[in-house]
């Protein structure tokens, strides 16, 4: 199985400064399609986990532009520019590229 | 839009089985793969299994394999999740999502307790 790992767990930010989290993958994410497929979703208190970002930099539908995603192989990375009160949860990184579809431990963003 | 409504969770003994059900509307069901994902209590997300569009291929996490089964009826616009052998490890909000992880149900719960 593909271990996919986040760093920090936690990461209190304070409003308007910018995030970044990071996830590595135990192996390439690379499908033999060509295809890279890692996505990010974030999951708010109480609430499903919602995607954010597919194939590694794609927003998805109604994504503010604050996020982004970048990487390739096995290390990812998705930013938020400029945090907002409404980006409190938890981010996780997870892969499709191989059954079973994985995802990372999940990462904390919380307000100082 | 997208709606996906899980139903059928509940509380259940260990060794025994639930079903699971999420109906789908807002879009063509019949074109679509699905996955279940389960959450602990304060944990994070378990891929749990998937199935294709049209029912033909299906996967299952190894810690569930062999106990749940995952079906689906696309005259129906409904995903399911049959749950047998049920541990108490099997205890967690289960979602379904639709093929890409774009779209998730709001989760129904299972509680596994004596």
């Known amino acids: 199985d593909i271990v996919m790992t986040q760093t920090p767990l936690s990461s209190p930010v304070t409003l308007g400064q910018p995030a970044s989290i990071s996830c590595r993958s135990s192996?390439?994410?690379?499908?033999?399609?060509?295809?890279?497929?890692l996505s990010w979703l974030q999951q708010r208190p109480g609430q499903p986990p919602r995607l954010l970002i597919y194939?590694?930099?794609n927003r998805f539908s109604g994504v503010p532009d604050r996020f982004s995603g970048s990487g390739a192989g096995t290390d990812f990375t998705l930013k938020i520019s400029r945090v907002e009160a409404e980006d409190v949860g938890v981010y996780y990184c997870?892969?499709?590229?191989?059954?079973?579809?994985?995802f990372g431990q999940g990462t904390k963003l919380e307000i100082k | 839009q997208v709606q996906l409504v899980e139903s059928g969770g509940g509380v259940v003994q260990p060794g025994g089985s639930l079903r699971l059900s999420c109906a789908a509307s807002?879009?063509?069901?019949?074109?679509?793969?699905f996955h279940w994902v389960r959450q602990s209590p304060g944990k994070g997300l378990e891929w749990v299994a998937f199935i294709r569009f049209d029912g033909s291929a299906t996967c299952y996490a190894d810690s569930v394999k062999g106990r749940f089964t995952i079906s689906r009826d696309n005259s129906k616009n409904t995903l399911y999740l049959q749950m047998n052998s049920l541990r108490d490890e099997d205890t967690a909000v289960y979602y379904c999502?639709?093929?890409?992880?774009?779209?998730w149900g709001q989760g129904t719960l299972v509680t596994v307790s004596p």
């Open positions: 999502a639709k093929e890409g992880v774009d779209y």
């Open positions: 997870t892969q499709a590229t191989q059954f079973p579809y994985t």
């Open positions: 194939k590694i930099s």
């Open positions: 807002g879009f063509t069901f019949s074109s679509y793969g």
């Open positions: 192996q390439s994410l690379v499908h033999s399609d060509g295809n890279t497929y």
